[in-house]
């Protein structure tokens, strides 16, 4: 965190900010961070989101092994159920895009939706652009262009992908990338740069920022549509979170280690091992809170929940829920707490997902793979949204603290 006399402007991407004025003195760039469940999603939540988990494994390993990303291996492109997406403007006048924000990639793109508005700032490059993400991919052109955040600050010169072709984006324009940049490696041919420097790079390197870092603040919602998070590019928002930060190094396990990949255990309730220390990610871009397979058969038994074939999440009954005990996430030597409310998915938002009015469902689910295999576990958009998150490029390393919403009971 730095200090209020800073001189240079913490950036902040943030919703909600007049009815909750924040304590930093820094003039702040401000900008809506939105929690969409789209209703119209072709495969339940737990699929979606292996299939999300399963592509970032294959392109990680990809990435340790030396080989390209176009030898990962493709899955079928998916609807984004449940995103969080910033409004951010590209150009001069600026056209507004819609956009996913999204720790485990690092390009940003846009003309999945609406189409690219060329205009007097916007320079073709001599490249094509293609990623491909476990829940969809893209193909099109590079661009570098002036990237409005906010009503005030701009980035020049930030490379942009124009989408030609994309799946499984529906319903938005394009992806803010902000994971780790060597995510960015051999995305443009033929070009040969190592990387391509993220909004949050340039930010930092352009001046706007202090420290190459960005923080994330989600709020728990029970609707379907909602401003509930915030984004702090170059700072920490010590408004959004209770107590101090704990920060945790990113693994040296592969292929975690090629995202923000971090080393945790999982235990249930007083003494319940759910999972021993291991190496996984956190990110914004999974709904659920995702654990390796032998994991998640512990959980299930410690629970007695069962396997709802419709959404894809396990179920328990309103006994069950009334006796559920908490999950306790252990970080850098820090225990995190999950309680039994921030187990369950909103019953306001049951139906959306293909679930019964009053069914009580779990957002821990199963990854798909066994432990021990270098990416056992996802801390997604659900454990997101009772922490504060700081993703630290500079000092490669992923910051957690408790907020007023780790123990509140809004589901």
């Not at 919703?15 to 929690?35: D, S």
């Not at 495969?43 to 392109?59: H, S």
């Not at 079928?76 to 956009?99: F, H, I, M, R």
């Amino acid at each position: 965190m730095f200090s209020a006399s800073s001189l240079v402007a913490t950036l902040t991407l943030a919703l909600a900010v007049a009815a909750n004025p924040l304590a930093i003195r820094e003039p702040l760039v401000t900008l809506p961070f939105a929690k969409r469940v789209n209703i119209t999603g072709t495969v339940n939540l737990l699929q979606r989101d292996q299939a999300r988990a399963q592509g970032l494994k294959r392109l990680g390993q990809a990435r340790t092994s030396g080989v390209v990303p176009d030898a990962v291996i493709s899955v079928p492109a998916t609807n984004e159920l449940v995103d969080y997406v910033v409004n951010v403007g590209v150009g001069t006048p600026a056209t507004t895009y819609s956009l996913l924000v999204d720790t485990g990639s690092s390009n940003t793109w846009v003309g999945a939706g609406k189409k690219f508005v060329q205009t007097s700032s916007s320079v073709r490059t001599k490249d094509s652009v293609s990623v491909t993400y476990g829940s969809g991919d893209f193909s099109g052109t590079e661009f570098t262009d002036t990237v409005t955040l906010g009503s005030g600050l701009t980035i020049k010169a930030q490379s942009i992908g124009v989408a030609s072709r994309s799946d499984g984006f529906q319903g938005v324009d394009g992806i803010l990338g902000i994971g780790p940049v060597d995510l960015t490696t051999d995305t443009l041919s033929p070009d040969t740069r190592n990387t391509i420097p993220t909004v949050t790079d340039n930010l930092f390197s352009q001046g706007a920022i202090t420290q190459n870092l960005v923080a994330v603040s989600f709020e728990p919602t029970t609707s379907e549509t909602s401003t509930n998070g915030e984004l702090t590019f170059g700072g920490t928002d010590s408004s959004k979170f209770t107590g101090s930060i704990t920060f945790a190094p990113i693994t040296r396990t592969s292929p975690a280690s090629e995202f923000w990949g971090i080393d945790q255990s999982v235990r249930f309730g007083t003494n319940t091992n759910i999972l021993s220390s291991t190496a996984g990610i956190v990110d914004t871009g999974t709904t659920l809170t995702l654990l390796a397979t032998d994991a998640i058969q512990r959980y299930q038994r410690a629970t007695g929940a069962v396997l709802d074939n419709n959404t894809g999440l396990l179920r328990l009954t309103t006994a069950q829920f009334n006796s559920l005990q908490s999950l306790f996430f252990t970080i850098g030597g820090t225990s995190f707490e999950l309680t039994a409310n921030a187990q369950i998915w909103p019953r306001n938002l049951n139906t959306a997902i293909g679930g019964n009015a009053n069914s009580v469902y779990l957002i821990v689910g199963d990854i798909g793979t066994p432990s021990g295999e270098g990416l056992d576990f996802i801390n997604g958009q659900t454990f997101l949204e009772r922490f504060y998150s700081v993703f630290d490029t500079a000092n490669r390393r992923v910051g957690l603290a408790q907020t007023s919403f780790t123990h509140a009971t809004t589901n």
